[in-house]
């Protein structure tokens, strides 16, 4: 390559991040086509416009929010890209960039550092900046002009170090967004720790890149803040009535009615639709997250039974209806505070079947003598099974009832995760229609009054709970497995 050649290419690419982004692409994914689409090219502009009014040390007008749907290379361009090419113009910039889990982020970083160190990259750029030997770690690295690059996990401490550009990608492990803790954490570390890592507080940018999780996720935080504060870009993956892009003239680039023709053509939506369900794909593609305060669950998600058809169904079929009992245990009296929940339920033809539910306020020796009762009146058999969940007061009745009876008690594997999140995760098995109430039963309005309402704080949620174990258990934990991590015991 000759000088003049050289010279041409360096200043084609400095001036344009899709350039460079193009041209890079092979180093980054040298198995994987590019597929450039129109809100790349948006979203290059606008970073580009920000590094300058950084590199100029303009006052920050406001930060920058970017919701887009997964698989749509937000991740390449921004957290990976951005940083390398800011470089090329100015190469002392400081970036810290962050990620739910510090592996992510370093993975991020790894490959920003895989672009600077190819043989492409050296021969044009190596006059503007290198790496320095002595700093070349995974997670932090910096160049001979000052320039570094720092990785954490979001909530991880970056003590002493600072940036220019604070890039938080994903906050928020999506198998962790129902958690109102886990959401709360990371809300309260973007208030008190990141606005304290900034190089110059009334110049350096932040940048917030996810799809939306919850409610009350970093981006609902962030747009609570006074008017103005951010900039919020908002790509759905389609452009509907109730949902439409930010900043709204984007919609005359979607194509049918979609972001992505290629990526997210409308089979690949309505295949993710079935998978997921409607409330985490209006979160992850709609970027229009469903309120936390309840009304997850829908009730024409429920189907009904008759006993008498179910069972001549299960003959003949050649196959034996086994009703295993769910229990989540609260002995107590008042009723003011949680009951004990019992749920009867069979595993047929891929479906759940609800043959009773009980909800009872007792004390530990009554709650041991009417369990005998409840199995004994829904026609369980010695193949059938009573399982609870295991908290205290479920292991103190579990002990009691292995003592006093025959029955074959399991304690259930304790939750790893929130009762919201693990709720959610059942939501696709419901709205699947898998779920059938004993039609006629009494219990069958408290039932939907309480898994409707769930999670308001104001209501119980033992029934629910026993929901969730029930659907986990008996769908050998396919039901939310992959994004919970339990399953079957016993």
Same mark, same amino acid.
């Not at 007792?362 to 009417?370: D, G, I, K, Q």
């Given at each position: 390559?000759?000088?003049?050649?050289?010279?041409?290419?360096?200043?084609?690419?400095?001036?344009?991040?899709?350039?460079?982004?193009?041209?890079?692409?092979?180093?980054?994914?040298?198995?994987?086509?590019?597929?450039?689409?129109?809100?790349?090219?948006?979203?290059?502009?606008?970073?580009?416009?920000?590094?300058?009014?950084?590199?100029?040390?303009?006052?920050?007008?406001?930060?920058?929010?970017?919701?887009?749907?997964?698989?749509?290379?937000?991740?390449?361009?921004?957290?990976?890209?951005?940083?390398?090419?800011?470089?090329?113009?100015?190469?002392?910039?400081?970036?810290?960039?962050?990620?739910?889990?510090?592996?992510?982020?370093?993975?991020?970083?790894?490959?920003?550092?895989?672009?600077?160190?190819?043989?492409?990259?050296?021969?044009?750029?190596?006059?503007?900046?290198?790496?320095?030997?002595?700093?070349?770690?995974?997670?932090?690295?910096?160049?001979?002009?000052?320039?570094?690059?720092?990785?954490?996990?979001?909530?991880?401490?970056?003590?002493?170090?600072?940036?220019?550009?604070?890039?938080?990608?994903?906050?928020?492990?999506?198998?962790?967004?129902?958690?109102?803790?886990?959401?709360?954490?990371?809300?309260?570390?973007?208030?008190?720790?990141?606005?304290?890592?900034?190089?110059?507080?009334?110049?350096?940018?932040?940048?917030?890149?996810?799809?939306?999780?919850?409610?009350?996720?970093?981006?609902?935080?962030?747009?609570?803040?006074?008017?103005?504060?951010?900039?919020?870009?908002?790509?759905?993956? *389609? @452009?509907?009535?109730?949902?439409? +892009? &930010?900043?709204?003239?984007? $919609?005359?680039?979607?194509?049918?009615?979609? =972001?992505?023709?290629?990526?997210?053509?409308?089979?690949?939506?309505?295949?993710?639709?079935?998978?997921?369900?409607?409330?985490?794909?209006?979160?992850?593609?709609?970027?229009?997250?469903?309120?936390?305060?309840?009304?997850?669950?829908?009730?024409?998600?429920?189907?009904?039974?008759?006993?008498?058809?179910?069972?001549?169904?299960?003959?003949?079929?050649?196959?034996?209806?086994?009703?295993?009992?769910?229990?989540?245990?609260?002995?107590?009296?008042?009723?003011?505070?949680?009951?004990?929940?019992?749920?009867?339920?069979?595993?047929?033809?891929?479906?759940?079947?609800?043959?009773?539910?009980?909800?009872?306020?007792?004390?530990?020796?009554?709650?041991?003598?009417?369990?005998?009762?409840?199995?004994?009146?829904?026609?369980?058999?010695? *193949? @059938?099974?009573?399982?609870?969940? +295991? &908290?205290?007061?479920?292991? $103190?009745?579990?002990?009691?009832?292995?003592? =006093?009876?025959?029955?074959?008690?399991?304690?259930?594997?304790?939750?790893?995760?929130?009762?919201?999140?693990?709720?959610?995760?059942?939501?696709?098995?419901?709205?699947?229609?898998?779920?059938?109430?004993?039609?006629?039963?009494?219990?069958?309005?408290?039932?939907?009054?309480?898994?409707?309402?769930?999670?308001?704080?104001?209501?119980?949620?033992?029934?629910?709970?026993?929901?969730?174990?029930?659907?986990?258990?008996?769908?050998?934990?396919?039901?939310?497995?992959?994004?919970?991590?339990?399953?079957?015991?016993?």
């Amino acid at each position: 390559m000759n000088e003049i050649d050289k010279s041409t290419l360096v200043w084609r690419y400095k001036e344009s991040l899709e350039e460079f982004f193009k041209a890079v692409w092979p180093i980054i994914e040298p198995e994987k086509e590019l597929v450039w689409n129109w809100h790349h090219s948006y979203l290059a502009e606008e970073l580009g416009r920000r590094m300058k009014m950084v590199g100029n040390n303009d006052v920050r007008v406001d930060d920058l929010l970017i919701n887009v749907p997964p698989g749509t290379t937000k991740s390449t361009l921004v957290t990976i890209v951005f940083p390398v090419w800011c470089w090329l113009s100015y190469p002392g910039m400081k970036f810290i960039t962050a990620s739910y889990d510090e592996s992510l982020a370093i993975f991020h970083a790894v490959k920003s550092r895989d672009i600077i160190k190819s043989d492409w990259f050296l021969e044009l750029f190596s006059d503007i900046f290198i790496l320095k030997f002595d700093v070349q770690k995974k997670s932090e690295y910096q160049n001979n002009h000052g320039g570094h690059r720092i990785a954490v996990g979001v909530g991880g401490g970056s003590t002493g170090k600072h940036g220019d550009f604070y890039i938080v990608d994903d906050p928020i492990n999506p198998k962790k967004a129902a958690s109102p803790l886990q959401i709360d954490t990371v809300n309260d570390w973007w208030d008190k720790t990141v606005v304290n890592r900034m190089v110059e507080p009334s110049v350096s940018q932040k940048i917030v890149v996810m799809q939306r999780l919850a409610l009350k996720d970093l981006t609902g935080h962030c747009l609570g803040k006074p008017e103005g504060k951010y900039f919020h870009i908002c790509l759905p993956a *389609e @452009s509907t009535k109730k949902v439409k +892009p &930010k900043p709204e003239f984007l $919609s005359e680039f979607y194509v049918d009615g979609l =972001l992505d023709v290629v990526r997210l053509p409308r089979r690949v939506l309505t295949f993710f639709y079935g998978e997921m369900g409607s409330n985490e794909y209006a979160g992850q593609y709609d970027q229009n997250p469903i309120a936390e305060g309840g009304n997850l669950a829908k009730p024409e998600w429920f189907g009904y039974f008759n006993l008498q058809k179910l069972e001549a169904r299960a003959f003949e079929a050649n196959k034996k209806l086994t009703w295993d009992v769910f229990i989540d245990g609260a002995y107590t009296e008042d009723e003011l505070n949680d009951p004990s929940a019992l749920l009867c339920t069979t595993f047929f033809e891929n479906d759940l079947y609800i043959r009773d539910v009980a909800e009872v306020w007792m004390e530990l020796p009554e709650l041991v003598t009417f369990v005998p009762s409840f199995v004994g009146r829904n026609g369980m058999n010695g *193949e @059938s099974r009573i399982i609870i969940e +295991p &908290k205290a007061s479920g292991m $103190s009745v579990a002990q009691m009832l292995r003592r =006093l009876t025959n029955m074959n008690v399991i304690l259930d594997k304790p939750p790893k995760d929130g009762k919201t999140e693990r709720f959610k995760s059942k939501l696709p098995f419901m709205e699947g229609r898998r779920v059938y109430l004993l039609e006629g039963a009494g219990w069958v309005p408290m039932f939907l009054n309480q898994i409707l309402a769930f999670p308001s704080p104001a209501a119980h949620d033992d029934i629910a709970d026993c929901l969730v174990m029930a659907i986990d258990r008996v769908d050998g934990g396919r039901a939310g497995s992959s994004i919970l991590g339990f399953g079957v015991t016993g």
